[in-house]
């Protein structure tokens, strides 16, 4: 899977974390028919491997389906076998290593200037900045594109309709977005207005503005 082009053909990544693998997975689905195809699914998710492989099944050999909260070798290798496409870290580590190892692009936890050059010797495929709203916001991601201009930043934590649109402008590869999105829906709940989200969501990421 080439994870940059599809973060930058979508812009918006769906992170899935729930209490119901059941609910994790109608979640996936509905996301993925309402438009919303690059998903990741935490691995703090009840059932994680089992709500991959399932979508995975469900949704075929060639949808941008991941895996998140990778942390250590043993997470990127059951990501890999449950047939997860990607893996997402929250940090610089042997989840990075071990996935990149498998042959599985990875976007990979930063805060730092120091993290986004560690992240690059690593090999990481992209830069997700976390948390994005405690960092400093849009600011913070225009701060460190200046040193690192071309650098595939994919802010992620706390991130609403306007924010995501906010960072996008301000030269986000991609945004990365959780319960603003998924609300409560991978625990049992509204799935309907999970899709609105979803079809206001797809609305800003479809929007192209220079970053400014």
């Known amino acids: 899977m080439d994870l940059l082009a599809a973060l930058g053909a979508h812009r918006l990544l769906a992170i899935v974390r729930g209490s119901s693998p059941d609910a ?3 979640t996936v689905l509905a996301l993925a028919e309402e438009g919303v195809p690059l998903i990741e699914v935490s691995l703090t998710t009840a059932g994680a491997f089992g709500v991959i492989a399932a979508a995975r099944t469900a949704l075929g050999p060639d949808a941008p389906l991941g895996a ?4 250590t070798a043993a997470d990127a290798e059951g ?3 449950a047939g997860a ?3 997402v870290t929250p940090a610089l580590g042997e989840g990075v290593t071990a996935a990149k190892e498998a042959g599985l692009p990875v976007l990979a ?3 730092t200037p120091t993290d986004v050059v560690a992240a690059r010797r690593m090999g990481a495929d992209a830069l997700k900045l976390f948390p994005a709203a405690q960092a400093g916001g849009p600011g913070y991601l225009r701060a460190l594109r200046a040193p690192f201009p071309d650098a595939p930043f994919v802010p992620v934590g706390g991130i609403d309709a ?3 649109r906010e960072y996008l402008a301000a030269g986000a590869l991609a945004v990365g977005v959780g319960s603003p999105l998924v609300g409560d829906a991978a625990d049992g709940g509204d799935l309907g ?3 609105l989200r ?3 969501f797809r609305a800003v990421a479809a929007r192209r503005e220079a970053a400014r």
């Open 24 to 26: 994790a997975l109608a």
């Open 68 to 71: 998140g909260t990778v942390l």
């Open 79 to 81: 990501a890999h076998r």
């Open 85 to 87: 496409a990607f893996v």
């Open 109 to 111: 936890g930063v805060m």
């Open 162 to 164: 306007p924010a995501a």
């Open 193 to 195: 207005a999970l899709r």
């Open 198 to 200: 979803a079809r206001d």
